[in-house]
């Protein structure tokens, strides 16, 4: 009786075994038969890509003619995700694909932009065709928009972005959270940093030999001759030798000298 019950066990066991078996066989045959729309080749070459743009890596270049699978699109359905023959998959560019197929039809699938990225950090935010505001508005963004960073120009005031449907141009960094230093990005070799002319030097006019300078000459004091005072008396009183006053006044003799008279004083 024992015997018989483990038998019955393993067949139960071995039942479901087979069952769970044929389940993942009919979801692979059913997964093999899916059939994708397909589109053509229509240029010489073309790359396909990891990302929707051309900032992403070449997976593979295909030729003219090759027939692929079209699983998705980006947003404006600019490119399309595709399976080329072998089975890769990646991202080529619709406009050099050859279709019936609506592509609009397709699902959207969004892409996380690859290597520096940035935010939009203002409520709008224009994408030019160039780096200034003299360019031409390709689109406007919103607050908290992502864009990959792809270069810069030479001050760092504008940088070149790709969105996420693969536009690429160009907006201020100063409206802009940026998740790298804007100065580590290549710079654009499209808009180099201008070169300013060269002014010519003007010569150096000589430098005119400085003049002597005069001599300074003593500043005097007066005193005017009070009746009964000699020249004598007047020299003790401001410390003056004799002599020396009266030669600065032109005295020859020291005995004569008048009331009123003005001597300068040393």
Do not use: C
Not at 166 to 188: E, M, Q, R
Not at 209 to 216: D, G, I, Q, V
Not at 225 to 233: D, S
Request: hydrophobic fraction near 40%; proline fraction near 8%; aromatic fraction near 12%.
């Amino acid at each position: 009786m024992k015997r018989r019950g483990i038998f019955r066990t393993a067949a139960i066991i071995g039942a479901v075994i087979l069952a769970l078996v044929a389940i993942q066989l009919g979801a692979v045959q059913r997964a093999s038969a899916q059939t994708w729309p397909t589109g053509t080749i229509a240029t010489g070459a073309l790359n396909v890509r990891s990302g929707p743009g051309t900032a992403y890596n070449v997976v593979t270049s295909l030729y003219r003619g090759t027939q692929l699978s079209l699983i998705a699109r980006n947003a404006d359905a600019s490119w399309l995700k595709v399976i080329v023959p072998g089975g890769v998959q990646g991202w080529a560019s619709s406009g050099f694909i050859a279709t019936g197929y609506p592509i609009f039809s397709l699902p959207v699938e969004s892409v996380a932009p690859s290597g520096p990225t940035a935010t939009v950090a203002t409520g709008a935010l224009n994408v030019r065709s160039g780096p200034g505001n003299a360019y031409s508005v390709v689109t406007s963004l919103y607050r908290g928009t992502a864009m990959a960073l792809l270069a810069r120009i030479f001050d760092n005031s504008w940088v070149k972005v790709q969105l996420s449907n693969g536009t690429v141009g160009w907006v201020s960094t100063g409206f802009i959270t940026a998740s790298v230093s804007i100065s580590s990005l290549p710079v654009d070799s499209s808009y180099p940093q201008p070169t300013y002319p060269q002014y010519p030097s003007y010569p150096s006019y000589p430098t005119y030999p400085s003049y002597p300078s005069y001599p300074t000459y003593p500043t005097y004091r007066t005193h005017v001759v009070q009746t009964g005072e000699n020249l004598f008396r007047i020299a003790l009183h401001y410390n003056v030798p004799l002599y020396t006053l009266a030669a600065i006044n032109g005295i020859y003799d020291v005995s004569r000298i008048y009331a009123g008279q003005v001597l300068l004083i040393p």
